[in-house]
């Protein structure tokens, strides 16, 4: 298996999530499928939701293309994810605007989430700072739409690997950067992937209240000075600069 490249972090006291974050934690979900056993069968329940693993991935790939389209129009209307019309591919499932064909198999999940990550990704890194559009709870801006993705990436990942029979784990600092941005009240000195399961109501966390009966993640800009700004393209491509 090819190796994953990791994106360039500048040197900061929060390190914020960037546009090759979103790409890169695609490409750490996709190399954890790839992975799953023979017989794995994308429809078997994903963890511990109602979905099956395709639908996950579905829901997934339709996160990144909303978060990657409410960021693109300089205008957006507030309080709700764009003028895009969804609908739920069976009762119960998830309520999506972006579907997948079932019969192009895994690889074509695979090319759905990469393009998908690629557009949010393009999105973070060509658009202004600042509050830009409605993030679920309430306004944000470029980093938060990042940092969503990497979350509802890392996450559906986990509920996916479960129904596939795959273990995943993302590295301790993507983590870590998606909670500074997402949780910034999140405890510090723990294990960043338990941590963040914890922050998202799927693990419980000693020593802190569980939150399985309800969370929900801070959507608002940061103050400016905890971060630095989110690299643009070209600063992405020189690791050097910033």
Same mark, same amino acid.
């Given at each position: 298996m090819a190796e994953i490249p990791v994106p360039p972090i500048p040197s900061t006291s929060r390190t914020p999530v960037s546009a090759a974050?979103?790409?890169?934690?695609?490409?750490?979900?996709?190399?954890?499928?790839?992975? %799953?056993?023979?017989?794995?069968?994308?429809?078997?329940?994903?963890?511990? &939701?109602?979905?099956?693993?395709?639908?996950? #991935?579905?829901?997934? %790939?339709?996160? &990144?293309?909303?978060?990657?389209? /409410? /960021?693109?129009?300089?205008?957006?209307?507030?309080?709700?994810?764009?003028?895009?019309?969804a609908s739920a591919g069976r009762p119960g499932g998830p309520e999506n605007t972006l579907f997948l064909d079932r019969d192009s198999g895994p690889e074509g999940m695979y090319e759905g989430l990469e393009a998908m990550a690629a557009y949010l990704?393009?999105?973070? %890194? @060509?658009?202004?700072?600042?509050?830009?559009?409605? #993030?679920?709870?309430?306004?944000?801006?470029?980093?938060?739409f990042a940092a969503m993705g990497v979350a509802e990436t890392l996450l559906h990942a986990h509920d996916i690997g479960a129904g596939l029979g795959v273990g995943f784990t993302p590295p301790a600092d993507l983590c870590d950067r998606t909670l500074g941005r997402l949780f910034p009240d999140a405890p510090?000195? @723990?294990?960043?992937?338990?941590?963040?399961?914890?922050?998202?109501?799927? %693990?419980? &966390?000693?020593?802190?209240?569980s939150r399985k009966d309800g969370w929900t993640w801070h959507s608002a800009p940061l103050a400016a000075e905890t971060a630095h700004p989110v690299p643009t393209a070209e600063e992405e491509e020189d690791p050097q600069r910033g």
């Open positions: 974050d979103v790409e890169y934690a695609v490409a750490l979900a996709v190399a954890a499928f790839r992975g %799953a056993p023979a017989d794995a069968s994308w429809q078997a329940k994903a963890g511990g &939701l109602e979905w099956d693993c395709w639908e996950t #991935g579905e829901h997934l %790939a339709d996160d &990144l293309f909303i978060y990657a389209a /409410l /960021l693109a129009p300089a205008v957006t209307a507030p309080g709700r994810f764009g003028p895009y019309q990704a393009a999105m973070v %890194a @060509t658009r202004p700072n600042g509050p830009r559009a409605f #993030g679920g709870y309430g306004l944000t801006d470029a980093e938060g510090a000195g @723990t294990q960043r992937w338990q941590t963040l399961l914890w922050a998202t109501g799927r %693990a419980e &966390l000693p020593g802190h209240p």
